[in-house]
Each structure stands twice: as C-alpha cells, then as structure tokens.
C-alpha cells in the first residue's frame, strides 16, 4: 500500500524566511504525488503535483517541491513566507482509487 | 463557476438520528469520494464512486452509506450516527480515476453526534 509520511505536525517560520515542508513517500510503483493547502475553514486546495514529467514542480503561490527518488521525498519549499501563507498543508500519494494522505503540517506565520 | 457543492456546511444532531450530507458537482467528473478529517490523522476516504451506479468502500466505510444515481450528485447517508461519527466531513471529485487523480474539494460539513 502507498502511504506518505509528514514530518513536523507544526512548523513555525518567520515572515520572509524559507518555508520548509517535509513529505516522504512509501510506493511499490512510481508515484503521483500531491500538495494540497486547508485554509482556515475551507476545503483543500491543489497547490502542486508531479506526474513524472519533470522532478522539479511549481506551484500556486509562489510554492514548489522537488521529487527525490533516491530519498523517497517530496518535500515543499517557499523562498520567501508571507503571513497569508498560514495554512494547513497535506501531502498525498495517488492510487488508482483514491488520494493517501498525510497527517498535515500546520504552519504558522510569525510577523 | 467550476464546484463541489455540499450540504449543509454544518450539523448539530444526536445518536441514531438518519441524516444525509448532499454533493454536488458541475464539472461533469466521473469520479467522485467522500473523506473525513479528523485531528492527527489527516483525511480519510470513506466511499469513493468511480462513475454513476458504481460505488466502493473506502478505508473507513463503517456506519456510512453512499449512492451514485446521477453523475453530478453524490450524498452520503448516515442512517444511525454514533459519536465517533463526529468530524469534519468532505466531498471531492475529479476526471476520472486513476493515479493522475487532481482531486477537487467541496467546502466541508462539520458534524457534531451529541
């Protein structure tokens, strides 16, 4: 079974300072992986995904992640944080039915 | 405007009481899937559907039923809820099936089972 794991349930950065997110994957076949964001009281939102087409993938808002097999990760990066980037963050692994979560990062945004 | 549609966004109820959570989507997908997200464990699928009259369990199906009659609408009944039924509850869909699976989530319904 496919499965993802995030490390750091909370991670706190300072305005203007790299966001660092961490996912690693478990998958018996090449995967499809995703980042979605949960803002306060709304639904997820697709930040990124990569599909195989390339290791290095942007995203909406200035995110992006690079996929490593060799380290099984796919972790997601800003350059730069900005408070409207406090948010819930799940990493996921796509199997032919469904999307295998991770327990999410909350990351919080210090002015 | 491009949506998964659910309600109602929230629900007080108590044990043993039918409800149903509508969805709705107007993107004409095939797939549609239910999760729950409950705090520490991420979000967890409960039924998925990969197209009209085509149900299946997902990881956590237990005290939930689902029906797929028509392609845009996908409701999720909880004929007896029980307490830990309590969650936040949501709806997605997409394309179709399948690993390239970009899937598109409604607002959320949190349920409260007093």
């Known amino acids: 079974a496919q499965s993802v794991t995030q490390l750091g349930s909370h991670v706190s950065v300072s305005e203007g300072a790299l966001v660092l997110l961490r996912c690693n994957y478990s998958?018996?076949?090449?995967?499809?992986l995703f980042w979605y964001v949960q803002y306060p009281n709304q639904g997820l939102q697709l930040l990124l995904k990569?599909?195989?087409?390339?290791?290095l993938v942007k995203g909406i808002n200035g995110f992006e992640a690079e996929f490593k097999k060799s380290e099984t990760s796919f972790h997601l990066t800003k350059p730069s944080a900005h408070m409207s980037d406090a948010a819930e963050y799940f990493c996921?692994?796509?199997?032919?039915?469904?999307?295998?979560f991770g327990t999410g990062t909350r990351l919080t945004i210090i002015p | 405007e491009a949506q998964v549609t659910q309600n109602p966004r929230y629900l007080i109820t108590v044990t043993g009481k039918k409800l149903t959570v509508t969805c709705s989507q107007n993107?004409?997908?095939?797939?549609m899937s239910w999760y729950r997200q409950d705090p520490g464990l991420g979000l967890r699928q409960i039924y998925y559907?990969?197209?009209?009259?085509?149900?299946d369990k997902g990881d956590v199906p237990e005290g939930y039923k689902v029906s797929r009659k028509e392609k845009r609408n996908f409701p999720l009944i909880l004929e007896s809820p029980s307490p830990n039924q309590t969650s936040l509850y949501f709806c997605?869909?997409?394309?179709?099936?399948?690993?390239?699976?970009?899937?598109?989530f409604g607002p959320g319904t949190r349920l409260t089972v007093l």
């Open positions: 997605a869909s997409s394309f179709r099936g399948g690993f390239n699976n970009e899937q598109f």
């Open positions: 998958s018996s076949v090449p995967p499809y």
């Open positions: 990569y599909t195989s087409a390339a290791t």
């Open positions: 996921a692994v796509s199997d032919l039915e469904k999307l295998t």
């Open positions: 993107m004409n997908h095939e797939y």
């Open positions: 559907s990969m197209n009209v009259e085509v149900t």
